[in-house]
């Protein structure tokens, strides 16, 4: 959607965004609707519970994360403790085509989340490209550098391994 992309490419200016965007890029070996069910229909089937989460600061393991599937709609940890955390809430949502959200898993205020974008491109009837990009570090304030590089590394084992596994890769 149009109105979708003007967002997202509005945010960082609008924030003042001065650190890089994190951008991680696959491709998976299915088609574009069933890489996007994957992310977010099932995604407790794939985001480690029990290092990434609220629940796992705390020292446990998160019994699920939901992303209800509408603009303003909430992404959810339901805690090792049955306790309902706030990660962020969904931006756009367009089906097989893109998600943004902004996100904060539960630790700071809302005010201060990043913003996450994710983009599916069939590349064939098995193939798609999936493009997620984490930007407008600003938010945290003094913590945008090491929140920028925590979260630099995290995609790589939450995104690349994770998710891509879950896509059958």
Known sequence: MVWSIALIQFLPVRLGSKLAQVIKTIVVPCSREKAFVVFVDEIDT?????????????????????????????????GHDSMAHLWGTVISYDPFDSLTMDF??????????????????????????????????????????????????????????????????
């Open 104 to 169: 904060h898993i539960g630790l700071l205020k809302p005010a201060t989340a990043s913003v996450v974008s994710v983009r599916f491109t069939a590349l064939g009837a098995d193939r798609t490209r999936v493009v997620l990009t984490h930007s407008t570090w600003e938010a945290y304030g003094d913590l945008a550098g090491d929140m920028r590089g925590g979260y630099g590394s995290s995609w790589g084992m939450i995104f690349e391994e994770g998710y891509m596994q879950a896509c059958g890769g």
């Open 46 to 78: 794939w985001w480690p519970l029990g290092k990434r989460s609220v629940s796992a600061m705390k020292g446990g393991v998160a019994k699920s994360v939901s992303i209800d599937k509408r603009p303003g709609g909430r992404i959810v940890e339901i």
